[in-house]
């Protein structure tokens, strides 16, 4: 069947009536076909982001327990039990904040720049992992004073000492220590966001 639709010419135009169903019938099942990708991609990314998270969870967990085990219980209570010396000195740094470095400082300085050593713990030994390298923490060093590493907190850092605290910019410690560690704990950098590493 044929009708006439008005033109905006003037005049008029005849339209059928089965090609503006078909017409109609068309742009439906685009729109419907579109909205249907649409829910498939929400269902997708909703999955992706679960996933995201799941495993943020799970690199999350396993950096922690690589983590733990780094240093034996030993080894941390022997670090933390240690009475040092009124002229020792205590390299205390938050990781990533240039502990290396200043243990760096600190032994050139002591030794007149005696760099005979494989790595640098060998001579400014860490506190905690003393113990666990086979060091004995209140052992005489290489120089005097004599120096070590510490990540701990004033709480439980070895007192009647003498420190240094280096200190850094927040937001590049955080950046450093999220692309050092969980490579170091054997994971994937990105197996860890920034989000979950921030918790």
């Known amino acids: 069947s044929r009708r006439r639709m008005p033109c905006a010419m003037g005049g ?5 009536t089965v090609g503006a169903v078909v017409v109609a019938s068309s742009v439906g099942f685009l729109l ?12 997708l990314r909703k999955a992706h982001e679960a996933l995201l998270k799941r495993r943020d969870e799970l690199g999350l967990a396993l950096m922690r327990v690589r983590n733990s ?3 034996s219980p030993a080894s941390v209570a022997a670090g933390r039990a240690f009475v040092p010396r009124p002229d020792d000195v205590f390299i205390v740094t938050y990781p990533k904040c240039g502990t290396t470095w200043m243990m760096q400082i600190v ?4 030794s007149g720049g005696d760099m005979d050593f494989g ?3 060998e001579v400014v030994p860490w506190d905690i992992l ?3 390298c086979k060091q004995n923490i209140d052992d005489p060093q290489v120089a005097s004073p004599r120096g ?3 990540h701990e907190s004033w709480e439980t850092v070895a007192k009647g000492a003498k420190y240094i605290y280096v200190a850094r910019d927040p937001l590049d410690a955080f950046a450093s220590f999220h692309k050092f560690l969980p490579p170091y704990m054997g994971l994937e950098a990105d197996d860890v966001s920034y989000e979950a590493f921030a918790r």
């Open 12 to 16: 008029g135009r005849e339209v059928s």
């Open 32 to 43: 419907l076909h579109a909205l249907r990708q649409r829910a498939e991609l929400l269902h």
């Open 69 to 71: 085990l780094m240093h």
């Open 107 to 110: 032994h050139t300085l002591r």
């Open 119 to 121: 790595e640098i713990t």
């Open 130 to 132: 003393a113990h666990d």
């Open 148 to 150: 070590f590493k510490s």
